[in-house]
């Protein structure tokens, strides 16, 4: 709007409230030929308290009337309300007529028809000086979610035909490889040519803690190399990094409002005109009912009102806490895309886990080795580590990493691959089978009858035709996956369920080692689908938490649905609604944290303007509030609940 708008930012849309948008505060012009937002206030304070000054010592300055007074105080007030006034007569075509820039005017320029010039520039004045600290703090609260715009980097080298050229990162083509100089940051996605290297991702995952990458891992754009110079194969155009997608997700973020925020909006479009009748009756209807009527009185009363029931108050505090939320969660790692998901997941009262990968490391680790008698374990497992390292399977590569160097240099000859049992061969000299129980019967060894009832995954081992022992391999939980289950315990929610892919016996386990209520194993993504149906037809508010690619269906269903790790995987980015950057579940009950400190300070923002404006707007109608009493109720009520909204900044979650 002219005169009197934000100019949205690259990180942000428009979110007009009433006639007033506040979509990013990085231009708010108050005055000619602006050098400064606060010059021109400035200046017509010094002429305000002149005029004050002058006033009370009017007998010793007689020049300081009429004309002359009209036009002191007229300066003062011109210098911060022609741009108000302009706002309110250029927003008339667009049908947007009760706004506050109406308010605003009416009042003041009423003010000024009955001679109560101080005043008249004092509330314009104040008004002013509130919006340049909205601003203020509205720019506060966008901070954290304006500095991931920072994280993308400016320029890239390139390497091509044996030269570096230092090209813009837009510029870069796929299959190019860039080289990144130890503290710079990655410009693009793409797969390490040579490691090792470490990698500082703070920017991107909210966690100190350096990455180490190896020939062929992948770093993302906005990693900060640590180390030596390294060299990336680009695999992703600028505008297709996973750094990009999540940028264009928090810019979206802004313009998805939450419930409150569109209640708030609807009703100041209704609150306004309401207003302007109301003090309109106010200034007719006692000429018919009171005795000793004075058309100057009940002017200054309607006038007064039209100040205090000014919407700014509400109509800005209430998008600050929710930007403030969207900010606090950004910096802890967590990516939403609208602020009503703050309100979503403050709601909730079930939490569906996927297992693999959000509540275990998706890594699969030997937890236990059993040799039988008579047998080493080193040995066990040195035989083992050689025979597997043949094979691809992840379970092999499991026992090999377990085993380390201990199998290196072992002699290996015949191998053979068993489809479904496991690996057949000679390893030092000694015939060795390595696999499932199905492998051991399928060439005739006795084995112990318990090996068939070890839930986790197994691998059975013969030497010479006898049984020698098993390993067994299991997805082990997350450091913080117990901690997870407790916390949201704690906070609420009555109903925690894990539903998984994986074998029943193994999620069952996991299930009753973490605490968790209700588990179901060998599930397809449709089951997990019927799952969460049935709770969501038995009335429960719930969030799905998962890995976003293989649940799409059931994160579409949820109330919420949040991804894990979403730094790692497009799809989702593309499909969740709450994406955690790191792997760590705690950050579920972090985000419940924010949720609720959000909505809290929101509603005592509610509470606040509407008791001080009840309050005041009474008392104004009786002729017990003045002017000045109306710019507390407006200007002073507005900038405590904006305060009070900075607050969610300086929580800690």
């Given at each position: ?9 690259a990180?942000?849309?428009p979110d007009?409230?009433?006639g007033h948008s ?9 005055g ?8 021109w206030?400035?200046v017509?304070l ?5 005029g ?12 300081f009337?009429g ?13 911060v ?27 003041t320029?009423g003010?000024?028809?009955i ?5 008249g520039?004092a ?7 509130g919006?340049?600290?909205q601003?203020?703090?509205?720019n506060?609260?966008?901070r954290s ?12 080298t ?8 230092v ?17 710079e940051?990655?410009a693009?996605?793409?797969?390490l040519?040579?490691g090792?290297a ?12 350096p ?12 990693m ?12 992703a155009t600028?505008?297709?990094?996973k ?13 998805r409002?939450?419930k409150t ?12 005109p ?7 009756l106010l200034l ?11 058309f100057r ?10 100040v205090?029931s000014c919407p700014?108050?509400l109509?800005?505090?209430?998008p600050?806490?929710y930007f ?8 802890a790692g967590?990516?939403l ?5 703050l309100?979503?997941l ?6 569906v886990?996927d ?10 680790a030997?937890?236990?080795v ?6 080493e374990p080193?040995q ?17 590569k499991a026992?090999?990493?377990h ?15 068993i489809a ?8 030092e ?5 390595a696999?499932?129980?199905k492998l ?33 391999v299991?997805d082990?939980?997350k450091a ?12 609420g929610i009555?109903?925690l ?12 386990r ?7 209520d209700e ?6 993504p ?6 969460v ?17 293989n649940?799409a269906?059931?994160?579409a269903l949820?109330?919420?649905?949040i ?21 760590h579940?705690?950050?579920?009950a ?6 609720r ?9 509610i509470?606040l ?5 009840a309050v005041?707007?009474a ?7 003045t ?8 200007v002073g009520?507005?900038?405590?609940a904006i305060?009070?909204?900075?607050r ?6």
């Amino acid at each position: 709007m002219p005169g009197h708008d934000h100019a949205p930012t690259a990180d942000t849309k428009p979110d007009a409230h009433a006639g007033h948008s506040h979509a990013s505060g990085d231009d708010h012009d108050h005055g000619p030929a602006e050098a400064s937002p606060y010059l021109w206030p400035g200046v017509s304070l010094v002429l305000l308290l002149s005029g004050l000054a002058l006033d009370y010592f009017s007998e010793e300055v007689p020049f300081f009337t009429g004309a002359m007074r009209l036009a002191w105080y007229g300066i003062a007030f011109l210098l911060v309300g022609w741009k108000v006034i302009r706002s309110a007569i250029q927003s008339i075509p667009s049908g947007n007529v009760f706004n506050e820039f109406l308010l605003m005017s009416l009042a003041t320029l009423g003010a000024f028809a009955i001679g109560e010039y101080p005043e008249g520039v004092a509330v314009m004045l104040f008004y002013t000086v509130g919006e340049l600290f909205q601003d203020a703090a509205v720019n506060r609260a966008k901070r954290s979610i304006r500095a991931l715009l920072e994280i993308q980097a400016t320029e890239v080298t390139v390497v091509r035909g044996g030269q570096s050229l230092v090209l813009d990162p837009k510029q870069v083509q796929l299959g190019d490889t860039i080289e990144v100089k130890p503290g710079e940051k990655v410009a693009l996605d793409g797969t390490l040519t040579q490691g090792p290297a470490s990698f500082n991702t703070a920017a991107l995952t909210g966690e100190s803690a350096p990455q180490s990458k190896q020939t062929g891992d992948v770093v993302l754009a906005g990693m900060i190399n640590q180390e030596s110079l390294v060299q990336v194969l680009v695999t992703a155009t600028y505008q297709d990094t996973k750094l990009a997608k999540i940028l264009a997700m928090v810019q979206d973020a802004v313009g998805r409002k939450a419930k409150t925020q569109l209640f708030i909006t609807k009703f100041a479009k209704t609150y306004t005109p309401i207003v302007v009748v109301l003090a309109t009756l106010l200034l007719v209807v006692p000429y018919f009912v009171v005795d000793d009527y004075v058309f100057r009185t009940w002017l200054y009363r309607a006038l007064v009102f039209l100040v205090i029931s000014c919407p700014c108050a509400l109509v800005v505090s209430i998008p600050l806490g929710y930007f403030g939320g969207i900010g606090a969660a950004s910096r802890a790692g967590i990516l939403l895309k609208g602020s009503n998901f703050l309100d979503v997941l403050r709601e909730i009262d079930t939490v569906v886990m996927d297992k693999t990968g959000t509540l275990t490391q998706g890594v699969f680790a030997v937890q236990h080795v059993q040799p039988a008698p008579g047998i080493e374990p080193a040995q066990l497992l040195r035989l083992l580590g050689a025979l597997e390292a043949k094979s691809t399977h992840p379970i092999a590569k499991a026992v090999v990493q377990h085993v380390g160097s201990a199998a290196a240099n072992v002699s290996v000859e015949n191998v053979e691959e068993i489809a479904g049992h496991g690996l057949r061969g000679r390893v030092e000299g000694r015939d060795v089978l390595a696999g499932n129980a199905k492998l051991l019967t399928k060439y005739g060894v006795a084995y112990p009858a318990d090996v068939d009832q070890v839930v986790d995954s197994i691998v059975v081992a013969a030497l010479d035709g006898q049984y020698a022992g098993y390993l067994t391999v299991a997805d082990a939980p997350k450091a913080d996956a117990q901690q997870t289950v407790r916390e949201l315990r704690a906070d609420g929610i009555t109903k925690l369920v894990m539903l998984s892919g994986d074998k029943d016996s193994i999620t069952q386990r996991v299930a009753k080692e973490l605490g968790i209520d209700e588990a179901h194993g060998g599930l397809l993504p449709e089951d997990k689908a019927r799952y969460v149906q049935q709770y969501l037809n038995e009335g429960r508010k719930l969030a799905f938490v998962g890995d976003g690619v293989n649940d799409a269906p059931v994160v579409a269903l949820a109330d919420v649905g949040i991804a894990m790790g979403g730094l790692g995987s497009d799809a989702t980015i593309e499909t969740a609604d709450v994406v955690i950057q790191t792997d760590h579940p705690s950050k579920i009950a972090t985000a419940r944290r924010i949720a609720r400190a959000t909505h809290t300070v929101v509603w005592q923002n509610i509470w606040l303007a509407f008791g001080v404006k009840a309050v005041v707007l009474a008392l104004g109608a009786g002729g017990l509030a003045t002017m000045w009493e109306a710019v507390f109720a407006d200007v002073g009520v507005a900038l405590l609940a904006i305060l009070n909204a900075v607050r969610i900044q300086r929580m800690k979650f």
